[in-house]
């Protein structure tokens, strides 16, 4: 007896061991990321950049998200409704949810939040959130009283929005990471979100787990780092990383390999050249940009782009999606388009006494080459620089007469692109701007009537062709590349949610 006895206890002890081993390898797991660029902030009140967005999506939780079928799901509120005529939403806030501080999320937190933002100096060019808060009741009051008096904080749980006028796409808009509630802790932002955001360096983060979340997350930790694409192939193999987000064409090769799994989504990005439009400039000329679209669209196939920098399928004019609403016939995109040629000789004309000065990163510079094959005389400011200094240019000096840019892509209702190209747009610059596109843009937001959004939003279409903010390139999916040995995914198909790292967990977990 005194032997079973004994053997039971050494059984037991054995099982605790393999339990509390089984339990501290749980949490040492750490999922190793790599990103192709520097997401520069990552605040709500300054985000301007996909990269940012994505890896916010893990710390700061917003209203609601974009869900896996592309409807609008629950997040820091359980529930909603909207009026009819699309003015006033009001949310039930999930007060469960924490900061990972421990304090209790409420209805309030959700205006200080948006207000504080309004004080802060932007990073883009205008206040990242005032796509949305422009259109909300007393915004214009805002310097002079301190508070937007259409954000009604009715008590802890409730949290209404009053609109000065019906906003259609208003619930998709406050979805966005820059919209999310936080808390300021000295000089930290903290949110209620699954992860805590801990920043070695501007190429560097650790995420570490929320204690207070209840959201299940497969990996307690999550290292990223900023791994450029022709560096991601050989870090994967290596075991370097074992993800690699937004990843491009050129990454494709990877799933190849037997130990590698390609996941991909929705397109996520829209390929453009921006051409700087702002008065005085050589492209304030609405004929020099109509000649400048012509001599893209007349001669380029996807063989002269590098196949790094390729669109998924096609070059593509269009903003908006093939079935979105707002997509034009091939035949009339092409007609306008042509209307360029007329125009080209005199605006390579201008360049030889105005040269255009282009910047543009080292992986986009096929396009100076491509401009200078096509007659157009380049400055001799023309530079190659790294992509904090084109985001700073974009946003804020508007030095360049043109510049590649990636621009995020809101599919679904056409209302998406105003982020874009919007006077108030979130990701917007004074260089895109064209008073034709952005009064159509504003017209767009108060439609209720769906039959009226594809015709209206096809006007936008043909405006932005004839006024060319940028030539638009193509679209870019999302993708991801795992070790199908070391991670898995909960998901076949990646969205704007993605970057969400709850949605992987070590193999055999």
């Given amino acids: 007896m005194k032997k079973l006895v004994v053997l039971i206890m050494i059984l037991a002890t054995v099982g605790i061991s393999y339990l509390a081993l089984n339990q501290k390898e749980s949490e040492e797991r750490v999922l190793r990321v790599g990103y192709p660029g520097e997401w ?21 939780e917003p209203l609601v998200v974009l869900g896996e ?26 007060t469960t949810k924490k900061f990972s501080n421990g304090v209790s999320l409420t209805a309030k937190h959700f205006k200080d939040s948006w207000e504080y933002s309004l004080t802060v100096t932007p990073k883009s060019a205008k206040n990242s959130l005032l796509d949305v808060l422009y259109k909300i009741e007393g915004i214009e009051d805002f310097k002079k009283n301190g508070e937007i008096t259409g954000l009604k904080v009715l008590d802890d749980k409730t949290l209404k929005i009053v609109f000065k006028e019906s906003f259609r796409m208003g619930l998709s808009h406050l979805g966005g990471t820059r919209m999310a509630a936080f808390v300021k802790d000295g000089d930290k932002y903290l949110g209620t979100g699954p992860y805590v955001i801990n920043e070695i360096s501007k190429t560097e983060l650790l995420l570490t787990k929320n204690k207070y979340s209840t959201t299940p997350a497969g990996f307690p930790k999550v290292s990223v780092k900023v791994i450029p694409f022709e560096q991601s192939r050989e870090a994967l193999k290596n075991g370097d990383i074992d993800l690699y ?12 390999d037997s130990f590698m799994k390609c996941v991909s989504g929705a397109e996520n990005r829209h390929m453009t050249l921006v051409l700087n439009g702002k008065k005085g400039r050589l492209l304030s000329n609405p004929n020099h940009r109509k000649a400048f679209q012509y001599l893209f669209f007349e001669g380029l196939s996807l063989k002269d782009i590098p196949e790094k920098d390729r669109v998924k399928s096609q070059i593509d004019p269009q903003i908006f999606l093939p079935m979105q609403a707002g997509h034009l016939p091939v035949e009339k995109v092409n007609e306008i388009v042509a209307e360029g040629k007329k125009h080209v000789d005199a605006f390579i004309k201008a360049t030889q006494s105005q040269p255009l000065y282009f910047a543009h990163t080292k992986g986009t510079r096929w396009y100076r080459d491509y401009l200078s094959e096509k007659g157009i005389v380049l400055s001799k400011k023309t530079e190659e620089v790294k992509g904090r200094r084109l985001l700073e240019m974009y946003y804020q000096t508007h030095e360049p007469d043109a510049l590649p840019m990636y621009l995020s892509v809101f599919s679904g209702d056409p209302d998406g692109i105003y982020h874009a190209i919007g006077l108030n747009g979130a990701i917007s610059s004074p ?3 064209r008073n034709k596109v952005t009064a159509l843009l504003e017209e767009g937001r108060k439609i209720l009537d769906f039959k009226d959004v594809g015709p209206h939003y096809q006007k936008v279409t043909k405006s932005v062709l004839e006024e060319v903010p940028f030539i638009h390139m193509g679209f870019l999916k999302d993708m991801v590349i795992l070790r199908k040995d070391q991670v898995e995914i909960d998901r076949k198909y990646v969205g704007r949610e993605g970057g969400r790292f709850t949605a992987y967990r070590p193999v055999g977990m």
């Fill in 431 to 433: 260089m895109l701007h």
């Fill in 40 to 60: 520069n902030d990552l605040i709500p009140t300054l985000q301007h950049t996909a990269y940012a967005d994505a890896l916010m999506h893990n710390q700061f």
């Fill in 245 to 256: 987000a937004f990843a491009e064409v050129a990454q494709v090769k990877s799933c190849e």
């Fill in 69 to 94: 079928s592309g409807t609008i799901t629950e997040m820091a509120a359980k529930s909603w409704s909207i009026s009819k005529d699309k003015k006033e939403f009001t949310f039930d806030i999930d």
